[in-house]
């Protein structure tokens, strides 16, 4: 969160290592934010190192933290097995290095099977998956749902406390058990997300915003960060002690860092979004403002080259990129010509490259569709289009029903249209409220027509009133949209099937376990006659099943779920697809639930509700 000395960042330690030169790291870095891949990953793509050099460097940066090694030995054992397969553990004891045994270790690792987070067994599950698919520890078990965002950064600034002899390992140990408590109580309220959704990348914690917004500094930040730990308090609730912050700062600052993470606002936004909420504007004014002096000062967000585009879909890992490759990234056709040339891709596997980044920097998709889409298209040797349809991904759906065209002729007035869209947009903004007023007015306007148009209205209002936690007035408008479906299109259609899922995600909220887990089992059931029983639309449907029965205590039949599910992903959408390595981590972590007969919802397995966005499919308006 905040930088303190010694504690060798990858890409320092690197350059004083001569692993890459300082100019590497910065053009690797802005690669990085750009992308969001992390350092060491982006200096592997670039091909500046191998991913051997990747493990020994983390190593290297692992000893030196906890003190157990001198730079000059570290620096001389990775020079000797730069570039090779060797361990770097083999070369330090070639120059005469013996590991300490006087002195305490606090891997992360143990310390969270230490606070009882995840068992020996778990740790040792996802440390053999961490070395196939090279991601820290920390973001291994946020992705899998065993730890939150959150408190990962509880345990690494506790571990650093270690290191700097400010706590000792048995109060890090009861610091962790009470910060546990405390996220487990707030990670228990159910959640919905979309199955397709990627981490979410590059958004700045709770402490780095107070630092950009300039309403903390980072004396202050680092101050309140002890107090938190060593009084086993949250950050926020130290900051209103100490009078750092208002409540009303706090509740913005708060809200600002959920609208970044869900894309509503972009960080060069943030401080001027936050002084007009501090007037008093609601946030879509002041969403408003701030979009339009962010344009008028730098103009639109830019765009990821088609480089960087490749690298993030890590096709292009352990390939030695030459100079001029590098200074000619951001010319499309020349990179294209460069990998033919070289033989580092096929002109196959190009053009779908080249197809899906069309449809991303059109801006018709987002990045995390791109990818997903790239990778179901590669691996199932179909074209770009036959994969959208597949996933259903078209801007229409292909079983709409037919319905009397004079019906359409009073309803398709632009005014409908506008009304549609600034609804959307205040959605967007989060303005609920004001969106379900237009979607209401939307909605008696066609109700004479019963049309695709009206089905499309009573799904939104259904999602807003499920965004407002209003669940019972949510599953009645799903109900409705539930039963029009299955008389437009019939039991064994896509729209009845996707109506099912979201009527089981509000029976879901409700604590109706039982209710939803029979509209997730018809909901499979449908999906699979008409996907295929391999499509990973019906993965989704597994993965709520699974989540479901456990919550029901069933651990054997959840297993079973997350299985099927997880069997579908690693073939349709790949092994490294952070979908498959959710659902990998699950079933691991399952497996011995099983055997053992624990029952308890903690740690591993998460309240999320997962959903297939369709998006433009169901919004017949523009018909």
């Known amino acids: 969160m905040v930088a303190i000395s010694n504690t060798y960042l990858l890409g320092d330690l690197a350059v004083q290592l001569e692993a890459v030169s300082s100019e590497q790291v910065v053009q690797s870095l802005a690669i990085s934010s750009?992308?969001?891949?992390?350092?060491?990953?982006?200096?592997?793509?670039?091909?500046?190192?191998?991913?051997?050099?990747?493990?020994?460097?983390?190593?290297?940066?692992?000893?030196?933290?906890?003190?157990?090694?001198?730079?000059?030995?570290?620096?001389?054992?990775?020079?000797?097995?730069?570039g090779s397969s060797r361990r770097l553990e083999d070369a330090l004891l070639e120059l005469g290095w013996e590991r300490s045994l006087e002195k305490q270790l606090s891997p992360l690792g143990e310390l969270l099977v230490s606070s009882a987070v995840i068992t020996e067994s778990q740790l040792d599950t996802y440390l053999r998956q961490q070395e196939r698919v090279r991601l820290p520890l920390g973001r291994m078990l946020v992705s899998a749902g065993v730890m939150?965002?959150?408190?990962?950064?509880?345990?690494?600034?506790?571990?650093?406390?270690?290191?700097?002899?400010?706590?000792s390992r048995e109060e890090a140990v009861d610091v962790l058990v009470e910060a546990r408590k405390r996220h487990l109580a707030q990670s228990n309220v159910p959640r919905t997300k979309n199955f397709y959704e990627q981490p979410?990348?590059?958004?700045?914690?709770?402490?780095?915003?107070?630092?950009?917004?300039?309403?903390?500094?980072?004396?202050?930040?680092?101050?309140?960060?002890?107090?938190?730990?060593?009084?086993?308090?949250?950050?926020?609730?130290?900051?209103?002690?100490?009078?750092?912050l208002t409540k009303t700062q706090l509740d913005n600052i708060l809200l600002l860092q959920s609208s970044l993470a869900e894309g509503i606002i972009k960080l060069p936004q943030l401080k001027s979004v936050l002084r007009r909420l501090e007037d008093g504007f609601s946030l879509s004014d002041a969403i408003g403002q701030a979009t339009e002096q962010v344009v008028a000062d730098s103009g639109e967000a830019r765009v990821l080259t088609f480089f960087e585009f490749l690298k993030s879909l890590d096709h292009t890992s352990g390939t030695n990129i030459d100079q001029a490759f590098e200074m000619a990234k951001k010319n499309q056709r020349l990179v294209k010509q460069a990998l033919l040339i070289s033989g580092m891709l096929d002109e196959p596997t190009i053009e779908l490259m080249e197809q899906c980044y069309a449809l991303y920097e059109d801006r018709r998709y987002s990045f995390d569709a791109a990818s997903t889409l790239f990778e179901y298209s590669r691996r199932r040797g179909i074209s770009v289009a036959d994969a959208l349809e597949e996933?259903?991904?078209?801007?229409?759906?292909?079983?709409?029903?037919?319905?009397?065209?004079?019906?359409?002729?009073?309803?398709?007035?632009?005014?409908?249209?506008?009304?549609?869209?600034?609804?959307?947009?205040?959605?967007?903004?989060?303005?609920l409220v004001n969106a379900r007023?237009?979607?209401?007015?939307?909605?008696?306007?066609?109700?004479?027509?019963?049309?695709?148009?009206?089905?499309?209205?009573?799904?939104?209002?259904?999602?807003?009133?499920?965004?407002?936690?209003?669940?019972?007035?949510?599953?009645?408008?799903?109900?409705?949209?539930?039963?029009?479906?299955?008389?437009?299109?019939?039991?064994?259609?896509?729209?009845?099937a996707q109506a099912l899922n979201?009527?089981?995600?509000?029976?879901?909220?409700?604590?109706?376990?039982?209710?939803?887990?029979?509209?997730?089992?018809?909901?499979?059931?449908?999906?699979?006659?008409?996907?295929?029983?391999?499509?990973?639309?019906?993965a989704c449907g597994w993965q709520n099943a699974a989540m479901l029965y456990f919550q029901l205590g069933d651990i054997a039949e959840s297993l079973r779920c997350y299985k099927e599910a997880h069997k579908i992903c690693r073939e349709s959408l790949g092994p490294s697809n952070p979908v498959t390595l959710n659902l990998e981590a699950k079933v691991d972590g399952l497996r011995e639930r099983v055997v053992t007969s624990r029952r308890s919802l903690e740690g591993l397995i998460t309240g999320s509700w997962r959903t297939i966005d369709l998006g433009a499919s169901l919004n017949s308006m523009s018909e």
């Open 200 to 244: 979410v990348l590059n958004v700045p914690k709770l402490g780095e915003l107070l630092v950009l917004s300039g309403l903390l500094s980072e004396r202050r930040l680092l101050e309140a960060l002890e107090l938190s730990i060593i009084g086993r308090k949250s950050i926020g609730e130290i900051l209103l002690e100490k009078r750092y």
């Open 148 to 167: 939150t965002d959150a408190f990962l950064s509880t345990a690494l600034n506790v571990q650093m406390m270690i290191r700097q002899k400010r706590l």
């Open 437 to 496: 007023a237009l979607y209401e007015q939307l909605l008696n306007a066609l109700s004479v027509y019963k049309d695709g148009r009206y089905r499309y209205c009573l799904e939104r209002i259904a999602y807003i009133f499920f965004e407002q936690k209003d669940y019972l007035k949510a599953e009645s408008y799903q109900r409705e949209l539930t039963r029009l479906s299955l008389e437009c299109y019939g039991e064994n259609s896509i729209p009845h």
């Open 34 to 82: 750009d992308t969001g891949l992390p350092l060491g990953r982006v200096l592997v793509l670039s091909g500046l190192i191998t991913e051997n050099d990747l493990s020994n460097l983390i190593l290297c940066q692992s000893l030196l933290r906890e003190d157990l090694v001198q730079l000059d030995q570290v620096r001389n054992a990775f020079l000797r097995v730069r």
């Open 502 to 538: 979201n009527l089981g995600k509000s029976l879901y909220f409700m604590g109706r376990i039982d209710d939803a887990l029979h509209e997730t089992l018809v909901y499979i059931e449908v999906c699979a006659n008409l996907l295929g029983a391999d499509h990973p639309d019906v």
């Open 391 to 431: 996933l259903r991904w078209l801007k229409k759906p292909p079983c709409i029903a037919v319905e009397p065209t004079e019906k359409f002729i009073k309803a398709t007035d632009s005014s409908l249209l506008n009304m549609k869209e600034m609804a959307e947009q205040l959605i967007a903004l989060r303005d």
